[in-house]
């Protein structure tokens, strides 16, 4: 894992948690690198096995706890609940998401038009509108076959 597009994800991590004067540990790295490396918005849980392969002797707690310090920072964002364990995305550029109810895959996908939703004025009035996202629900492809 040492394309361009991988330096650049890990530059702009140092400066974040410089930003936020959090230490940049080994731990931290290898959690963020995990992420980043992963399309499928992964739960605290899967980061967690993946990371362990690299790093056998980190907890589930450091792994939890990282990535939630992660979205705090602005390093990854928490994908909308459904009851389930917490979901990361480790890209925190403007995009949309199908979520398939059957095997919970969350797959990303770009919309110009759908960037710029106007919000309806009842929900501007009274809240503040800080990111629009269109989540389509179904069945994916693998689950139909
Ligand atoms: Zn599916
Ligand atoms: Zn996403």
């Known amino acids: 894992m040492t394309s361009d597009k991988d330096t650049m994800q890990t530059e702009l991590f140092r400066k974040r948690c ?14 963020f690198r995990q992420l980043a490396g992963s399309r499928d918005h992964p739960s605290a849980d899967a980061v967690y096995r993946k990371v362990r392969k690299v790093m056998p002797d980190i907890s589930f707690d450091t792994v939890n706890r990282t990535l939630l310090t992660f979205s705090r920072i602005g390093v990854a964002n928490v994908v909308e609940g459904y009851g389930e364990p917490k979901r990361f995305d480790p890209d925190t550029h403007g995009h949309h998401h199908f979520r398939c109810t059957q095997c919970g895959a969350i797959i990303d996908f770009d919309n110009r038009a759908w960037d710029r939703l106007r919000v309806p004025e009842g929900i501007r009035r009274q809240h503040t509108v800080m990111n629009t996202r269109v989540v389509l629900e179904g069945v994916c492809r693998q689950c139909k076959e």
Do not use: S
């Not at 410089?18 to 959690?31: I, S």
């Open 18 to 31: 410089r930003e936020h004067h959090l230490k940049m540990t080994p731990q931290r790295l290898a959690v």
